[in-house]
């Protein structure tokens, strides 16, 4: 069994930078694509950030410029660069991993438990 866990989040006022980290672990594994998703107080759950294998990435459009995703192939992680941090960005923000197990060969999206961000004004 594969699992992601998050950690880096917490209170910062707006105007500052946070740092999330997502780490995955298990046996007979691979990464796909990455992503981050953050899901607000009473609001569906949005993609933020994503990245592929070979480090291709996109953007929501109201991060684009503030945040940075980026990837550790080598230590199964991701990572979330947050700057510039807005009330707006306040949420849980989960870890999204397409991961390939194996033996047997399968595909299988696993998720983290989330990590709560909360942006001051």
Same mark, same amino acid.
């Given at each position: ?7 880096? !989040?917490?209170?910062? $006022? @707006?105007? =500052?930078?946070? *740092?999330?980290?997502? #780490?995955a672990?298990g046996s007979?594994?691979?990464? %796909?694509?990455? !992503?981050?998703?953050? $899901? @607000?107080? =009473?609001?569906? *759950?949005?993609?933020? #950030? ?7 990435? %996109? ?8 945040f940075?995703?980026?990837r ?12 510039s ?8 923000y ?7 197990i ?13 990590t709560?961000?909360?942006?001051s004004?």
């Amino acid at each position: 069994q594969v699992q992601l866990v998050e950690s880096g !989040g917490g209170l910062v $006022q @707006a105007g =500052g930078s946070l *740092r999330l980290s997502c #780490a995955a672990s298990g046996s007979a594994f691979s990464i %796909n694509n990455m !992503g981050w998703y953050r $899901q @607000a107080p =009473g609001k569906q *759950r949005e993609l933020v #950030a994503h990245i592929t294998t070979s480090g291709n990435t %996109n953007y929501a459009d109201s991060v684009k410029g503030r945040f940075t995703v980026s990837r550790d192939n080598a230590k199964n992680s991701m990572y979330l660069q947050m700057n510039s941090l807005r009330p707006e960005d306040t949420a849980v923000y989960y870890c999204n991993a397409i991961v390939a197990i194996t033996v047997p060969l399968r595909y299988l999206e696993v998720w983290g438990q989330g990590t709560l961000v909360t942006v001051s004004s």
